[in-house]
């Protein structure tokens, strides 16, 4: 079946970290450029972050850069999020999203598979 | 940033009417607009991009217009499933943003 599974979320004190992981099957993993979108009641849905299908080029969104770190190991089939200096407005359902189109060099910023998210919550 | 504001905020119909939602973007965004639709506790599913293309699996009554910052998503006949939360996303602009849903429920 082909399915993104996220897992590492959970209650966290501001200022603290997490890793969240995102395990893919069902598809070759390592043809696909992969984005981390987030989801709030507030703010609805926000792109957080891509990354290149080999692992070598990250963008990420103002709000996290500097703090978040995308990275991917696809002898895994695992994207990862590495979240520092969390803060409260870091709050919400974090989805690992695949792209529509596989490809090593274009990014079509579409999103055909989506994992079932992972709440984080930042509160002390 | 490309804002855009999706409208109604909820639309409140009843199966076998007709749904028109619309989506407007603060800057062109030639024909980079994209409809997703989300259920409760699921996540987004891709319905149309770049405007007027339905994505694989999609039912025809499902259908995209617009260019540049106007938009629409029109169900034609409304199903029972179809009743849901539909958001716009453009990738035109770089980061790329959504809209902040229309929430089309049953009459």
């Known amino acids: 079946e082909v399915q993104l599974v996220e897992s590492g979320g959970g209650l966290v004190q501001p200022g603290g970290s997490l890793r969240l992981s995102c395990v893919a099957s069902g598809f070759t993993f390592s043809t696909y450029w992969m984005h981390w979108v987030r989801q709030t009641s507030g703010k609805g849905l926000v792109w957080v972050s891509r990354i290149n299908s080999a692992g070598t080029g990250t963008t990420y969104a103002d709000s996290v850069k500097g703090r978040f770190t995308i990275s991917r190991d696809n002898a895994k089939n695992t994207l990862y999020l590495q979240m520092n200096s969390l803060r409260v407005e870091d709050t919400a359902v974090y989805y690992c999203a695949r792209v529509l189109n596989a490809s090593s060099w274009y990014d079509p910023t579409l999103f055909d598979l989506w994992g079932q998210g992972t709440l984080v919550t930042v509160s002390s | 940033e490309v804002v855009l504001t999706q409208s109604p905020v909820t639309l409140s119909l009843s199966p076998g009417e007709r749904a028109t939602l619309s989506c407007r973007a603060s800057?062109?965004?030639?024909?980079?607009l994209a409809w997703y639709q989300q259920k409760p506790g699921q996540a987004p599913r891709l319905l149309i991009f770049?405007?007027?293309k339905r994505a694989t699996g999609i039912p025809p009554r499902f259908s995209g217009s617009g260019s540049g910052t106007d938009f629409t998503l029109i169900i034609s006949t409304l199903e029972p499933e179809d009743f849901a939360v539909y958001y716009c996303?453009?990738?035109?602009?770089?980061?790329?943003?959504f809209g902040q849903g229309t929430r089309l429920e049953i009459k």
């Open positions: 770049d405007a007027s």
């Open positions: 800057q062109s965004v030639s024909s980079y």
């Open positions: 996303q453009q990738r035109s602009n770089w980061p790329s943003t």
